[in-house]
């Protein structure tokens, strides 16, 4: 083992530490080491030896009662200080982070450990509640890996190697056999929509700005190479996507919604590029300029038959089929009577 190994190896055994001691102080009360081992995901048997390495090594005191695990004294990392809003803002973050997350974060819940420590009592025990369920969630440890290795390649301006799996069926034509790709890492972006993680940057092997869903990736690697990022970030196309994909050309959607919706609509910008108009009959003619179809038409779809596809002609032709698909598709499952 060279140096700098032997470096980083130390490095990641302190913050091991480090993370456990902040688990440990958020609960001043104990906790049973099963689910401090849960809540970092590690073994129980490594939480235990690290949590006498902190008493002899760090010599940060450990005490254990009735099966209840904790640490003393309050000198070990400075507490961090929010006003009531900001406090309210984790929560709210923490909570919005819980209905993404279809996957335990080991790096989402120890920053929302730390975070933890400098809330109030009552919005701490409920960040606390909500990292119990996230630390519920399944473990994927090729994702988990996957997401550091882009992590680091974001943040070194590093080119990385790809083995990417597109979706195997596609009603848009994107489907095909796994590629390699040679990716520039510009932006590591949370899907609502689908509960996913993307990656977006510039995809040397296709010469254009490209989505990748990070859950297809089958491996990633990082090369030697850096790159200069785009002049002005990419934000500017993020704003045009729907939701994450922002490689695809705009198009001009226009839509009218019911009066039984309209105000619903109305109530909240959709799109940045949203524009309103209230029609004499009661309907509200809603309009926006957005990357590609794919992503708006699944909220259309949401609204069911209170809202009306006016433009693209392309887009109006889908859904309209896909509701004579359901229709012909219900028809048959009709009860009798």
Not at 22 to 29: E, I, S
Not at 43 to 46: D, K, L
Not at 176 to 179: D, L, M, Q, S
């Given at each position: 083992m060279d140096d700098g190994e032997r470096r980083s190896g130390k490095r990641d055994r302190l913050?091991?530490?480090t993370r456990l001691i902040?688990?440990?102080?958020?609960?001043?009360?104990g906790i049973r080491a099963g689910e401090l081992a849960r809540r970092v995901d590690m073994?129980?048997?490594?939480v235990y030896r690290d949590l006498k390495a902190i008493d002899d090594e760090l010599e940060v005191g450990v005490w254990s009662d009735g099966g209840l695990w904790g640490v003393a004294g309050e000198d070990f990392l400075p507490p961090l200080k929010l006003t009531l809003p900001e406090a309210m803002a984790v929560v709210l973050s923490a909570r919005l982070m819980v209905?993404?997350?279809d996957k335990y974060d080991p790096d989402l819940a120890g920053a929302f450990e730390k975070l933890e420590q400098g809330l109030p009592p009552a919005l701490a025990e409920h960040v606390d509640r909500t990292l119990g369920i996230l630390s519920g969630h399944q473990r994927d440890e090729r994702f988990s890996r996957h997401v550091h290795v882009l992590t680091r390649a974001w943040a070194e301006r590093r080119v990385v190697t790809l083995d990417y799996d597109p979706p195997r069926h596609s009603r848009y034509g994107a489907a095909?056999?796994?590629?390699q790709a040679v990716v520039r890492p510009y932006l590591i972006e949370p899907s609502l929509q689908t509960h996913a993680l993307y990656l977006i940057g510039w995809d040397e092997t296709r010469d254009g700005l490209r989505t990748f869903k990070i859950e297809r990736i089958r491996d990633v690697a990082l090369t030697p190479r850096t790159f200069e990022p785009p002049e002005g970030g990419i934000e500017d196309s993020l704003r045009r996507a729907w939701d994450i994909i922002a490689d695809q050309p705009e198009v001009e959607v226009v839509l009218r919604f019911a009066p039984t919706v309209a105000g619903r609509?109305?109530?909240a910008t959709w799109h940045p590029t949203q524009q309103v108009e209230h029609e004499p009959d009661g309907w509200?003619?809603?309009r926006a300029t957005v990357s590609g179809t794919i992503e708006i038409r699944l909220w259309i779809l949401s609204w069911g038959d209170e809202v009306e596809v006016v433009a693209p002609a392309g887009l109006r032709d889908d859904v309209?089929?896909?509701w004579e698909r359901a229709a012909e598709r219900y028809a048959g499952a009709r009860p009798a009577g």
């Open positions: 913050a091991r530490l902040t688990v440990l102080r958020a609960h001043p009360d073994s129980v048997r490594t209905r993404y997350a095909g056999e796994r590629r609509v109305e109530e509200l003619r809603w309209a089929a896909t």
